[in-house]
């Protein structure tokens, strides 16, 4: 068995050392991305993120059996419960003693008060009503700490939770956490599509042109992640602010998006030679059409100062104009089901795989989880 799974690993690397080559060379057009691109460390990152063998059945493992993003690093606050939910399921987390962190349902199973007000006691969470001390006896879940953020998992499928790619050495990150109102799948699929930058992100604070996209490409790299490649047209005000691209010359970005399932995008715009500008995309729904995006933003230039700020500024913008479009989505569940995706444009074919593989998801419901966890305790 032992040599069988060995086996098993060492082909998902070599195919994905294949994939991974094709798809750069293919992708980027043999522009300076790929030269700089440290393969072996995105070879890791896939094999990690796949998880050591991913498999088709994957896909229908409920989301809480997933890695979810519930914050950043920095979120919780000294000798306070941070409170929670993955879905329906509510949460609430501390930290204990040792510095690690401990997680339990939301709900007193003494007489069933919540715990967002309970006192951390001695590593214990003590609930407010009769003092019961939740401990390591009533953990619901685990977390851990992953590429700057806090990840809540229920007898987690993946190893590690996905990590947003650094592509160099010398970038720095800088994080937002915005909350959206759509559902995962429709949330994903905006962070994936192309051909909304036009109409939405247009204007001069915005990078969307009506000049069309060039050099579209379709990547299937596994069962689980899907890529898009393109270069896209870059708009005076984006030359402005990255400074020392020419005004006078037309010029295009080079754009790689990923999505890997079932919560993570990201994407690489390269802005010139040099500049490189990565967006991820760590998304948990909090509600049937809600969803937390945890972004993180990851550059080789505006590191610092004023220039870091006018970026996180710039990202904001674009957060806030697609915030505005999820709420002109129509919530409608019955034409929704029945007419969504029926008309399609150009540059959309990731999105359709996207949508396959999106098929058997569904937003984590409280009873799927007792039952689960029952049959798990
Ligand atoms: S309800 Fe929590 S200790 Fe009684
Ligand atoms: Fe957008």
Known sequence: MAILHSAKIFLIYLIN???????????????????????????????????????????NTPLYRYWNCIGFKHCFVDNKPYQFNVGEIPLIAWKTENNTYLSTLNFCKHFGSTLNEGKIEDGCLECPYHGYKHSENDKCGVIVEHDNKLWWSYNPVEKVPQTIPYIGEDFVSDYIEYEMNENLPFCMYNS?????AQHIHSGIFGFGSDIPVKN????????????????HYLKGNIKLMNKNVSLGTEAFASNYHEYIYPSTTWSVV?????????????????????????????????????????????ARMILSQDKKQFERQSKNTLLRDSFIHTNMLNNEDHIQDMKKIFKNYEYPKLKDFIDYHISNS
């Open 192 to 196: 994936m599509d192309i051909n909304h």
């Open 17 to 59: 050392a294949i994939i991974y080559k094709n798809t750069l060379i293919l992708s980027y057009n043999n522009n300076i991305f790929f030269e700089n691109m440290n393969i072996k460390l995105l070879l890791i990152i896939t094999l990690i993120g796949n998880c050591a063998c991913f498999s088709a059945t994957l896909l």
């Open 270 to 314: 390269s802005h010139d030679e040099y500049k490189k500008l990565v967006i991820g995309f760590s998304m948990t729904p909090v509600d049937t059409y809600k969803t937390k995006w945890y972004v993180t933003i990851r550059s080789n230039y505006m590191k610092e100062g004023i220039n870091k700020n006018i970026l996180n500024l710039a």
């Open 216 to 231: 579209y490409k379709h990547i299937k790299k596994a069962e689980n992640i899907i890529g898009t490649s393109f270069d």
